[in-house]
Structures are given as structure tokens and as C-alpha cells.
């Protein structure tokens, strides 16, 4: 809409955002760091610097397709499809408020060779694109984003824009995160290990700590996962542990509120197991 792609050119202006110089800044440091030879390098960028991403590579793509391009914008979509790890954060910027940030726009189809994902104080209602990049991750870590973790996990097969997306959330038609290792969701709202964790059909290490999680569930599916940091939670009972945590080497229960060992007498497996400040009777 021009119209609209104007009054948002005029805003930004008024608040002395240029989206060209973000963009611009955003190619020469990534530039940089690859001239160096470090491609595994994790890219740091705000939200408002990834919205400034999504809204130049969308003015390109609506551009004629048989424009070759060039300069900057050449350099931009290189940079982009070569990142290996992004960490975006919702960080404060001048002239913006916590909603306005909020409310920006986050595209992460653009990223063809993303390995690593890290948000911070993003919510997952700004994200789209997630879709593209689901069967590539190895390594997942939301902090202070979501309620749930159906919100970051549960994304759909890309679809003609005809078909209707499932009004509730349905794990069962839902993208696996086949690649995924590492999964970090510590310092959420989580209130519970819902049935979308089980999407994540490799992993090896999970961190939930410092949430209000108050039982564990929905593990016993996850066959690779070896270690998991519940630390710092609400959890009361291991009644049913032995079934969840079969698998597992190394578990983290440290601050919850825990008064018994029942449970876990049959984790064979274990090698370390961490229990400190908990209730639990001498």
C-alpha cells in the first residue's frame, strides 16, 4: 500500500529513524565480521533493526524481479542468507515506546542458513517467516517472550494464502524442529511442559529454569534428550519422573519445592542430579 508505506516513511522520519542507515550500518558490521573469517559469529541486532531488515527486503521483493540489484541492497540479501546466528532483543530506542517496539514487524524468512536463533524480550506476535526456518535450527533460546511454549513452537507447512491456519493450536499438524539440540526457554511466564515440546524430535539438552512450570510432562516421547534444567520453579512432586525422565544423564531440580525423592529411583541413567534448596527431609 503506498499510502501506508508513506505515513510509515513520515513517522519514522518525525523520530528520526532512517531505515536505509540502519540497514546500511547492519551490512558493513556483518561485513566486517566476515572478512575476518568468522561466519559462525552470532549477529547482534535490535528489533528495530531487524524490522528495518524485514521492511527493505520486502521494498525489494516488490520491486520488478528482472531489476538485478545492486550495492547495498546486494550486499543486504548476501549478509542476510549467510547469517549463521542472530540474537534479537526488544531492546529501548529512543523516540519509542515498549508498544511501539512491540509492535514491529520481525521477518525471518530471508535467513536461509540460520543455525541459531536467540530472542530477548520479543513477542512472538511480531514474528513471522518462523515457518522457513524451523527444519534448520540447531539451537533455540527464547527469554522473557512467551506464556506458553506452544507460542514459539507450534508453526504450520507454508500453504497457498487461501488455506485457513487451524483456529487452535494443533501439534499434531504442526512443523518438527527436526534439526534442534539445544532448546533454552529459561526466564519465560511458562506455567506448564506442553504437548508442543514434543515437536522437538532431537533434542539433547532443554533449559526451563526460572519459570513457574509446576510438574513435568510431555518428556517422555523426546528419546535423545539427555539433560534438563527445571531449576527454579514451582515443581512439588516427582511422582511419574521415572517414565518422563527415562533417558536422561543430567537433571537440574535446584529451588523448586520438592519434600520427597519418590520417582526417581528408577533413573538408572542418571550422572548428575542437582536437588539443592528444595525441602527435602534428611
Known sequence: DPTREL????????????????????VTKTTQCFASGDHEEII???????????????SLSADDPKTSLCGIDS??????????????TGQSVEKFSFSALRALSLDL????????????????????????????????????CIQTLSDILVHYPIAPQDTMTPPHVDVSSALPWARLRFADFKNNNLKTID???????????LDLSCNQISGIENLSELSHLETVDLSYNCIKS???ASHQLAHMKGLRLSH??????????RLSSLNIVDLSFNGIAS
Open 256 to 265: 523448586n519445592q520438592i519434600s520427597c525423592l519418590d520417582g526417581l529411583e
Open 195 to 205: 504437548p508442543s515440546i514434543r515437536l522437538l524430535t532431537a533434542l539433547t539438552k
Open 238 to 240: 516427582l511422582q511419574g
Open 44 to 58: 547482534q541486532m535490535s528489533s528495530l533493526e531487524l524490522h528495518c531488515v524485514t521492511r527493505r527486503l520486502a
Open 75 to 88: 550486499r543486504l540479501v548476501e549478509c542476510i542468507s549467510e547469517m549463521k546466528g542472530i540474537h534479537v
Open 109 to 144: 524468512s530471508a535467513f536461509k542458513n540460520l543455525t541459531l536463533l536467540k530472542l530477548e524480550s520479543i513477542s512472538q506476535s511480531q514474528l513471522t517467516g518462523m515457518e522457513y526456518i524451523v527444519h534448520q535450527l540447531l539451537t533455540l533460546a527464547v527469554q522473557k
Open 7 to 26: 505515513l510509515d516513511f513520515l513517522e519514522y522520519r518525525s523520530r528520526g529513524i532512517d531505515v536505509g542507515r540502519i540497514t546500511d550500518d547492519l
